[in-house]
Nanobody
């Protein structure tokens, strides 16, 4: 079992920055990939960024160059640095972890609101 807790969401003006953090606990050594998804009202949940245990990263096209996913000093933490935020980035952001057993875990979500 893996538990995920997000933090760092909030309200920011367009062009501003926010950093989201995700702390994993439980069977963290079984995790292969961690990442962030987001879901805006009335839309499907979409991938934002992922990072593997080997630090290979992957980004959704609309955030490439603006968002950076990276691991914290603690092995069980992942951060999402979001710069040049746009109103269309407004969504609930969810941390996710996939284990070597192909099980997926989700955090409770943190709201990001970008005002124009």
């Amino acid at each position: 079992q893996v538990q995920l807790v997000e933090s760092g969401g909030g309200l920011v003006q367009a062009g501003g920055s926010l950093r989201l953090s995700c702390a994993a606990s439980g069977s963290i050594f079984s995790i292969n990939v961690m990442g962030w998804y987001r879901q805006a009202p009335g839309k499907q949940r979409e991938l934002v960024a992922t990072i593997t245990t080997g630090s290979t990263t992957n980004y959704e096209d609309s955030v490439t160059g603006r968002f950076t996913i990276f691991r914290g000093n603690a092995k069980n933490t992942v951060h999402l640095q979001m710069n040049s935020l746009k109103p269309e980035d407004t969504a609930a952001y969810y941390c996710t972890a996939e284990t070597r057993y192909k099980r997926n875990y989700w955090g409770q979500g943190t709201q990001v609101t970008v005002s124009s």
